[in-house]
């Protein structure tokens, strides 16, 4: 019985085609993303190679690609301390709620999350329109007269336009994981809590939000690799302008190839930009780890 | 009424002003979109801050339908995404047995291949893709974009399959081999229906996914008579860039149908996303 469930026709036939398909589509791609990082080339004639100067200049004098940094780490920023504690608070009352009204809301504040990027960004690129737009109108309406704000092209407000679009679209997961988080909660802990007389508030912050630690690590995690995986709204929008100041890291590295036939230093951006989401995902996923480990052995 | 009563009534309707401030931050933008669609794009610049649309013009529907080439665009969107979505859920099933269910060598290292997937940003492959597609010529064709779609989905499917399939027990295999069934018996008619869900799942997810998509779209695809459903979109802001009515009947229009699909498919998109989030 044991060799059937290692029949290797049968392993090969099942395994081969997704490996296939995933080293030619991802895994090829990044090595011949590192061979043109070291090359200067412009997408025609001459292919040379420069050796480390495309990241040379990158690491020491691109400003552009550190702006793109901060400001996914900005969006990380607001996503952590601003999306997620609102979309926790929401995913608590919903669980107080009729089955009905719970499952209604749900289902209202998930909508976005469901459009498309392209959709997303030119709903709120109309909402933003300084002639058209929503937004100004409902500001002219309370009393600021004369309001023409370009939202998207105003150097004041051009991030925080952006990043409001992609947490808003964010929301709707973030409740969702927290919503399926905070289900399993069992009630018996809800219960002994409140005879041992912790009021509401205690029973969140010293009992459900350390055991939901782990529902809230992976949606951290989550949240900083879709924070650096930006892209589409932004290039659908600002195209990281005005200036730099709403550039991400994947919008710079295509603009680099396409618009300014810098393919060689393109690439070189691509190559930084997988070694930090991975080296940045196996960081965090390694800082929970140990967090929850040194907890579990001061409990021992 | 007590005391007790006025606090708890106003607590409520305070937490209830709450919830539905963020129902209309989450639905406002594309009922607003969704009105001024039905309106004359002049009205767009009315004074009023809301206006419903009272003749509601139709035309402007027409005019998306034909002027956007949705039919052109629709039909180039289901010619890549039912093909990536059939090949996705088939692989990601078949690679999610194989690592859950048999026991082989090299097992740890297809698994971790397969995880890698979820780590590697899309966009990191654009640059590369291009040449390398191009030199299988592979670009502007739809198989190119289909091994892409695939290729960047087969992760996520793949790891809800095998959070379904570990849970079996091992006996289903079993009698049905001692009945002399071959695997190419079992997993269709045995393995598979037991993982029924995991299927329903992946199948919405992924082609709510691929039907979305972009980026991809626009970097492999140059000619127009390929180009798939966002573009439309796209194509219109160029085009009629002052016919706002039209241009929002367009971007309903592509919103619509993974909207219906959501609305009817609910309970398994919310369960795959679930499922996602446990695995991390």
Request: overall charge positive; proline content about 4%; glycine content about 6%.
């Amino acid at each position: 019985m044991k060799n059937l469930f290692s029949d290797k026709k049968t392993i090969a036939l099942l395994s081969v085609p997704s490996i296939i398909i995933i080293a030619f589509a991802i895994l090829a791609p990044l090595v011949v993303s590192l061979y043109f990082s070291f090359m200067e080339w412009s997408g025609f004639g001459a292919v040379t190679f420069i050796g480390m100067d495309n990241y040379r200049q990158l690491v020491l004098h691109d400003g552009t690609f550190y702006r793109a940094l901060l400001n996914t780490f900005l969006l990380m920023l607001v996503t952590i301390f601003l999306q997620n504690p609102f979309a926790f608070v929401i995913a608590a009352i919903l669980t107080k709620l009729k089955d009905a009204t719970s499952r209604f809301l749900r289902t209202i504040y998930f909508i976005p999350a469901t459009l498309s990027l392209v959709v997303v960004t030119k709903l709120w690129v109309s909402i933003f329109n300084p002639s058209y737009g929503f937004l100004n109108k409902l500001l002219q309406g309370i009393g600021f007269q004369n309001m023409q704000i370009a939202w998207l092209s105003n150097p004041k407000t051009a991030l925080g336009s952006v990043i409001w679009i992609m947490v808003w679209q964010g929301f709707g997961w973030a409740l969702l994981f927290y919503y399926s988080g905070l289900m399993t909660v069992p009630k018996e802990l809800e219960e002994a809590a409140k005879v041992d007389g912790a009021n509401k508030f205690q029973l969140y912050t010293k009992i459900i939000v350390p055991y939901m630690l782990p529902v809230i690590q992976s949606v951290i995690v989550i949240d900083v690799i879709s924070s650096l995986k930006q892209m589409e709204m932004v290039y659908l929008s600002t195209e990281g302008g005005p200036g730099d100041l709403t550039q991400f890291i994947a919008v710079y590295l295509y603009q680099k190839a396409f618009r300014y036939s810098e393919y060689g230093y393109g690439n070189a951006i691509s190559v930084i930009f997988v070694i930090l989401a991975v080296f940045l995902t196996i960081f965090i996923q390694r800082i929970f780890r140990e967090r929850s480990a040194g907890k579990k052995r001061v409990g021992a | 009424m007590t005391r007790y009563q006025v606090g708890r009534n106003s607590k409520k309707t305070l937490l209830a002003i709450f919830l539905g401030l963020f129902v209309v931050a989450q639905v406002f933008p594309l009922l607003w979109v969704a009105s001024y669609s039905l309106q004359k794009s002049g009205d767009l610049f009315g004074p009023e801050l809301f206006k419903l649309p009272v003749n509601p013009v139709w035309n402007n529907y027409v005019r998306a339908w034909f002027d956007g080439k949705i039919p052109q665009y629709l039909t180039n969107t289901l010619l890549v995404v039912i093909p990536s979505v059939t090949l996705s859920t088939v692989l990601s099933f078949s690679i999610a047995y194989a690592c859950t269910r048999m026991q082989w060598k090299l097992r740890p290292v297809a698994w971790f291949i397969i995880t890698i997937g979820l780590t590697i940003p899309i966009h990191t492959t654009l640059l590369p893709n291009f040449i390398w597609y191009n030199f299988f010529g592979l670009i502007d064709t739809r198989i190119g974009l289909i091994i892409s779609y695939v290729a960047f989905s087969i992760s996520f499917n793949a790891i809800i399959f095998s959070g379904l399939l570990a849970g079996l027990p091992f006996s289903m295999e079993e009698s049905a081999f001692l009945d002399g069934a071959k695997y190419r018996h079992i997993l269709p008619s045995i393995i598979a229906p037991m993982a029924a869900t995991g299927f329903a799942t992946v199948g919405v997810q992924t082609f709510l996914n691929h039907w979305n998509e972009f980026i991809m779209a626009n970097t492999y695809l140059m000619s127009e008579a390929k180009r798939t459903l966002p573009f439309s979109i796209i194509r219109f802001q160029g085009q009629y860039s002052s016919d706002y009515a039209v241009q929002f009947a367009c971007m309903t229009l592509v919103a619509l149908p993974p909207l219906l699909l959501y609305f009817i498919f609910n309970r398994w998109i919310v369960a795959g996303i679930t499922a996602g989030a446990v695995k991390g």
